[in-house]
């Protein structure tokens, strides 16, 4: 089953801060959440495995809640260049995995 | 040290015919998967390959099938092509049987399939 990504779009102002969240109605063994611009590949972010870890680099982290099966991506001070489509795919298992994915999060972050 | 690539970027084809794309995996990855985009859409779970077979299958019917070569590259065939065959059509590699981090897909930037 598809996760529900929230919000659906998000407009900023160059500094400010946002989250997106995704969540499963299924038990997930792992999150990864991409990135993708208009007509672009998507860009791997990061990877969350269930246990409950937080990851970051640079202004950007994310938190994978194992009792809610939900995780969060956090922008801080936000940057034009975090513009684009956010996508949380989903995976039930290790080994081959099937992503499955969310319908996305549009951020534009205005000057 | 090469992405992965996708042929052709666009393509543009009638109903009823067939179709196939090209990926070449990123340098090192064993296992493809393809997706498929709709517009405004997240991508969807198409199949995956690792050593030359078919490993899953998400909910695409018979008329989509792939291929996978020797040398990791793969292809996928559309037959008897619909008008809503037409999304951007997207290939990931990865490292099949590595522990959780290291199964990262990381994606091409896909063929653009028009149906008319």
């Known amino acids: 089953q598809q996760p529900v990504q929230s919000p659906q779009a998000v407009i900023l102002r160059e500094g400010e801060d946002a989250v997106i969240n995704c969540s499963s109605s299924?038990?997930?063994?792992?999150v990864h959440w991409y990135r993708q611009k208009h007509g672009e590949a998507p860009v791997f972010l990061m990877i969350?495995?269930?246990?409950?870890e937080q990851k970051g680099h640079d202004k950007i982290s994310a938190s994978f809640n194992e009792k809610k099966q939900q995780s969060s991506l956090y922008l801080t001070a936000s940057q034009l260049s975090y513009s684009g489509t956010y996508f949380c795919?989903?995976?039930?298992?290790?080994?081959?995995?099937?992503?499955?994915f969310g319908t996305g999060t549009r951020l534009l972050v205005s000057p | 040290d090469a992405g992965v690539t996708q042929s052709p970027t666009h393509l543009i084809k009638t109903r009823g015919q067939q179709v196939t794309l090209r990926c070449s995996p990123k340098s090192g990855h064993d296992t493809v998967s393809w997706y498929q985009q709709a517009l405004g859409q997240g991508p969807q779970f198409i199949f995956q390959y690792y050593e030359e077979e078919e490993r899953q299958r998400g909910n695409f019917p018979d008329r989509f099938s792939g291929h996978q070569f020797p040398n990791y590259s793969s292809e996928l065939n559309v037959n008897a092509l619909l008008l809503g065959d037409s999304a951007l059509y997207l290939c990931?590699?990865?490292?099949?049987?590595?522990?959780?981090?290291?199964?990262?897909?990381?994606f091409g930037a896909g063929t653009r399939l028009s149906v008319l």
């Open positions: 969350l495995l269930k246990g409950g």
């Open positions: 795919g989903t995976a039930m298992n290790t080994g081959f995995q099937k992503l499955v």
């Open positions: 299924k038990a997930l063994y792992s």
């Open positions: 990931a590699s990865s490292l099949g049987l590595g522990e959780g981090r290291e199964n990262i897909q990381y």
